[in-house]
């Protein structure tokens, strides 16, 4: 109760939305939804009842306040030749990578300081630099080899990279003193390597139409995940002014290997053999099957869902309609539940549920170069779920519900 109004200012009752709450069947409990545009309405209108964290506003302007610059220089050869009912295409590419990130990460919290500004801008400090590069080679050779007309077999080997991603790459300490951990960047950080090995059979049939079976080994080596990094030691010298002594530090590592074996099975076909109306009508349909060995760096062998954001099972199926100036399509894709973020704790073990969303897509073509289209995306409104532990879905680390968009306009080309 604020005794200067009469009015209890922390009533937040008045900012929920009527009739609108998360449920238990979510493993959040019934917590009510804040309408953030009357929140926002109120502070414009009633000013004083509202106070700024101003230390909140200057740490984010510090900690958001970052530039990453990554320079890719390279220069490939390549050549190819037939043999007869052979076709061989082959070479080599060369990258050099340089990497620079700045920003600012804060030190250590230092509440004695009353004076917001000059608290966060003491925490943070002077800005940072990291450095990194590396310099890799990726040969390649692709064979195609045609047995018919029909029947085609492919096979290849190539070389992949997997960079880090840009936020691993800017100074970053997140002190979290509830858990008693550090988290922070790792300037060292490596990319991922894959070596490929695909096989693969091609049918095609009239009027047009294919069928495919292909199977496939990628050996994959320093996989970059969360990872313990030591204890914080005591002492004045500890890298954090004496503070957070025995705090985890958990940061980006490169190590361990995998091998990931995969059936792949596909179809599509044109139904030109239907009744006139129908004979637009084209079905597709593919499936795609993993199973994965590996380990982070340690002895113990993971398989299957226990290596990250690798999909153990994933299918898309679909119709193409095309009729005149009219062309349309519905996709269906499924991606089957999958580890998404290791961690070296099982506690912190992130899991991406399954998932299945239906698109739908129309295209009217009003002359030449220029047509109409709309886009309907997650028709039915699937949401993304995720959990965290070992196999325990009650324990819902997030879940995110975008609900279907519509995207329409006029496209032209010339």
């Known amino acids: 109760m604020n005794p200067a109004t009469g009015v209890n200012d922390d009533d937040l009752t008045r900012f929920m939305i009527p009739g609108l709450r998360r449920t238990a069947a979510y493993g959040l409990g019934d917590i009510p ?43 490939y050869l390549m050549g190819n030749g037939r043999f007869g009912q052979l076709s061989l295409l082959g070479g080599a590419r060369v990258e050099r990578t340089e990497v620079t990130g700045e920003g600012w990460a804060r030190r250590f919290a230092l509440t004695s300081i009353t004076d917001p500004v000059l608290r966060a801008a003491t925490e943070y400090g002077d800005i940072r630099r990291i450095k990194g590069d590396y310099t890799d080679v990726f040969p390649g050779l692709h064979a195609t ?87 914080v030691g005591s002492g004045p010298s500890n890298g954090y002014e004496g503070q957070y002594e025995g705090y985890t530090i958990l940061m980006q590592s490169n190590g361990g290997s995998a091998r990931i074996r995969g059936l792949e099975l596909a179809y599509q076909q044109e139904l030109t053999f239907l009744p006139e109306i129908l004979s637009g009508l084209g079905v597709f349909a593919n499936y795609t099957r993993l199973s994965t060995e590996g380990n982070y760096g340690g002895s113990t062998e993971r398989s299957s869902n226990q290596v990250a954001r690798f999909v153990p099972e994933s299918a898309n199926a679909g119709l193409s309609y095309k009729r005149g100036r009219f062309n ?8 089957g539940e999958h580890l998404f973020t290791y961690s070296a704790d099982p506690s912190r073990l992130r899991y991406k549920m399954d998932r299945t969303v239906t698109n739908l897509s129309l295209n009217y073509r009003l002359r030449r170069g220029i047509s109409l289209y709309c886009d309907f995306n997650n028709l039915f409104q699937e949401p993304q779920r995720y959990y965290i532990g070992l196999g325990k879905k009650d324990r819902l680390q997030s879940f995110v519900n975008n609900g279907p968009t519509i995207n329409f306009g006029v496209s032209g080309n010339f």
């Open 33 to 75: 939804f804040a309408h953030t545009a009357s929140v926002g309405a109120d502070v414009e209108k009633n000013p004083a009842q509202w106070r700024e964290d101003i230390y909140f506003r200057e740490s984010e302007r510090l900690s958001g306040n970052r530039k990453v610059r990554e320079e890719v220089s390279a220069l």
């Open 145 to 231: 080899y045609r047995f018919t007309n029909r029947l085609l077999g492919r096979a290849s080997w190539s070389t992949s990279i997997g960079r880090p991603a840009f936020s691993n790459l800017v100074p970053r300490e997140d002190v979290n003193v509830t858990n008693q951990t550090i988290t922070i960047n790792n300037p060292s950080l490596s990319p991922q390597y894959g070596d490929n090995f695909d096989l693969s059979l091609e049918y095609y049939f009239e009027p047009v139409g294919l069928v495919s079976i292909g199977g496939f080994q990628k050996d994959l080596a320093d996989f970059i995940f969360m990872d313990e990094g030591g204890v």
């Open 328 to 335: 349309g399509r519905i996709l269906v894709n499924h991606v």
